[in-house]
């Protein structure tokens, strides 16, 4: 059974940090991309990060660039993201997704949701300011 289990939000006030994380189980991770996205009330979702385990290929949304950095431990099978300098703007559900690997790199459309089979529960960040 796959499973994608996300920690870390939470109430932080404007210029603080949070790390996200994103525990993987169920199935082969280096075949797949991680990604994380995002919604805001009445918005659509968003993809904010997203990477690659098995040759580290990246992708931020030029939104988070510069603030935002996604890791990943390869031997937990975990994701993170450390989100630095965080905005009103960025209050959202964080959803942690799991994509097959060759789709997403054969058409670099990393941030396009419909690509990632697999989906987390979410967790809730909250930026006051």
């Known amino acids: 059974e796959v499973q994608l289990v996300e920690s870390g939000g939470g109430l932080v006030q404007a210029g603080g940090s949070l790390r996200l994380s994103c525990a993987a189980s169920?199935?082969?991770?280096?075949?797949?991309?991680i990604g994380w996205f995002r919604q805001a009330p009445g918005k659509e979702r968003e993809g904010v990060s997203c990477?690659?385990?098995?040759?580290?290929?990246?992708y931020y949304a030029d939104s988070v660039k510069g603030r935002f950095t996604i890791s990943s431990d390869n031997a937990k099978n975990t994701v993170y993201l450390q989100m630095n300098n965080l905005k009103p703007e960025d209050t959202a559900v964080y959803y942690c997704?799991?994509?097959?690997?060759?789709?997403?790199?054969?058409?670099?459309?990393?941030?396009?949701?419909?690509?990632?089979?697999?989906w987390g529960q979410g967790t809730q960040v909250t930026v006051s300011s």
């Open positions: 990477i690659s385990s098995s040759d580290g290929t990246t």
């Open positions: 997704a799991a994509g097959e690997r060759g789709p997403i790199i054969a058409t670099v459309l990393f941030p396009l949701p419909a690509l990632y089979a697999y």
């Open positions: 169920g199935f082969t991770f280096d075949d797949y991309v």
